[in-house]
């Protein structure tokens, strides 16, 4: 085994076992629900650095895991929202965010990586675009103003 991959796949083991360690010490729906959305944040930015990198066959592992803190905080945010609406909505407000900004720019990179490296920044968009939508109801009509980033996702 390269020794350079070696290291990447342990790092990234690290990386993981750092983040779940993150969510053991959190006591609360909310809690949780940020640290998802955080790591929502780095695994786009982590695509973003891949697909520039040229390292594209690592690119579906952080796709796959994207979409679990993606479906993870679209669960906590919704449950949370059934009990105290008050303090799901800035979640659920940060999530959409989240998911807007940086999936602009992998929809951007996709035009010049691979056709398969293509298919998973596709799987991403479509991930996004279903997490902005779960939390809809929940920021109500005035949260849910499209932005241009969002009409991007939607209308393409």
Same mark, same amino acid.
């Given at each position: %085994?390269?020794? %350079? %991959?070696? $290291?990447?796949?342990?790092?990234?083991?690290?990386?993981? @076992? #750092?983040?779940?360690? =993150? !969510?053991?010490?959190? !006591?609360?729906?909310?809690?949780?629900?940020?640290? /998802? +959305?955080? &790591? +929502?944040?780095?695994?786009?930015?982590?695509?973003?650095?891949?697909?520039?990198?040229?390292?594209?066959?690592?690119?579906?592992?952080?796709? *796959?895991?994207?979409? !679990? /803190?993606?479906?993870?905080?679209?669960?906590?945010?919704?449950?949370?929202?059934?009990?105290?609406?008050?303090? *799901?909505?800035?979640? @659920?407000? %940060?999530?959409?965010? &989240?998911?807007?900004?940086?999936? =602009?720019?992998?929809?951007?990179?996709?035009?010049?990586?691979?056709? &398969?490296?293509?298919?998973?920044?596709?799987?991403?968009?479509?991930? &996004?675009?279903?997490?902005?939508? $779960?939390?809809?109801? +929940?920021? =109500?009509?005035?949260?849910?103003?499209?932005?241009?980033? *969002? #009409?991007? !996702?939607?209308?393409?």
């Amino acid at each position: %085994e390269d020794p %350079e %991959e070696a $290291a990447v796949d342990f790092g990234r083991i690290l990386k993981t @076992a #750092y983040e779940e360690a =993150g !969510f053991l010490l959190t !006591f609360s729906r909310a809690g949780d629900a940020r640290l /998802h +959305i955080q &790591s +929502i944040r780095q695994r786009l930015l982590e695509m973003q650095a891949l697909m520039v990198e040229g390292r594209y066959e690592e690119v579906p592992a952080v796709a *796959a895991n994207f979409e !679990f /803190h993606v479906t993870q905080a679209v669960i906590l945010v919704e449950g949370l929202n059934k009990r105290d609406p008050e303090q *799901a909505r800035p979640l @659920a407000r %940060e999530l959409k965010t &989240s998911l807007e900004k940086q999936a =602009g720019l992998i929809r951007l990179l996709a035009r010049f990586v691979p056709a &398969s490296t293509r298919a998973q920044c596709e799987r991403v968009r479509s991930i &996004s675009v279903s997490g902005v939508f $779960a939390v809809q109801d +929940i920021l =109500g009509p005035n949260g849910m103003r499209p932005t241009l980033l *969002a #009409y991007n !996702f939607v209308m393409r």
